[in-house]
């Protein structure tokens, strides 16, 4: 059986009665990159915000069904996200955004740790200086930042703040991270370091990306779910899924005639 970190029953969402994520039920395997794909406005975001509890914070939103993160410490727990405190859902999973996003006020170094500054979480200094030299060496950003620490991240490339933005999420040691789109906004080169990244991770964290790119998904995800119109059409092995579609929508998106 696959060993599953994150499960959806029946997921249901809506803004002001209108229904965007229609009853999905979804299992994301542990350590493995699962991209979510679909043609605009088909509910991916909304899927997605929906797992670390930040669609309730949309005006008006609604969320039915659960959401159930499996975590394996010493023995396995199965965590309902809807019945704990919201913050500690987002800090097991965390979210990296389309545009890049680094606190505008923060150094480099205080936007790593800055999880734990806005959580009123205290560290030692040693221990803060260490969790930022593991956290971007992981991003592959220590060598290119080590020397300029307390400068603004706003200060970095698009793809050096999109890393700075990884290195965030990840400084929380958290379960899954989600990515939407994290690279729309970066040119080819950029996009290729963030997507080798993305596989060297997958060992520590699972990793759940939106994607309009076909191509992206094919090149890093292990699984991909294919969305219509709020709904899940299609999941499974990307290989499987990209090679032999059951459906004639993921067939017509793969293959461009939608989206
Ligand atoms: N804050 C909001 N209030 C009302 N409706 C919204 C809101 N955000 C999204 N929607 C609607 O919900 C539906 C799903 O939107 P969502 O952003 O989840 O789609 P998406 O697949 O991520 O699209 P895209 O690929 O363009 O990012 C769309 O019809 C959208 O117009
Ligand atoms: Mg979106």
Redesign the pocket.
């Known amino acids: 059986m696959t060993d599953i970190v994150l499960r959806t029953e029946n997921l249901t969402a809506s803004y002001d009665e209108h229904i965007v994520v229609k009853n999905v039920n979804l299992s994301i395997p542990r350590n493995s990159i699962t991209a979510i794909m679909g043609p ?1 406005g088909c509910g ?2 909304t899927l997605i915000r929906c797992f670390n509890r930040m669609h309730e914070l949309s005006p008006k939103a609604k969320v039915e069904g659960k959401v159930i993160l499996i975590e394996k410490n010493h023995q396995i727990e199965e965590i309902d996200v809807y019945s704990i405190d919201p913050m500690l859902v987002r800090r097991k999973i965390g979210m990296v955004f ?1 545009k890049p996003n680094p606190f505008p006020t923060m150094s480099i170094y205080e936007n790593v740790i800055a999880g734990y500054i806005l959580n009123g979480i205290k560290l030692k200094k040693s221990e803060a200086d260490e969790i930022v030299e593991e956290t971007l060496k992981k991003v592959s950003l220590w060598d290119e930042v080590k020397d300029r620490l307390h400068k603004k991240g706003t200060f970095l490339s698009g793809g050096q703040q999109q890393r700075l933005c990884i290195a965030r999420a990840l400084a929380m040691k958290p379960d899954i991270i989600l990515l ?2 994290p690279t729309s906004a970066l040119d080819p080169v950029a996009t290729l370091k963030i997507e080798e990244l993305l596989e060297q991770l997958k060992d520590t964290v699972t990793i759940v990306i ?1 994607t309009h790119n076909v191509g992206q998904a094919g090149r890093i995800s292990d699984y991909v779910a294919f969305m219509y119109l709020g709904e899940l059409i299609e999941y499974g092995p990307t290989d499987v899924v990209f090679t032999r579609p059951r459906h004639e929508k993921t067939e017509e998106f793969l293959s461009g005639k939608i989206g």
Do not use: I, L, P
């Open positions: 605009s991916k975001t389309q939407d789109e939106v």
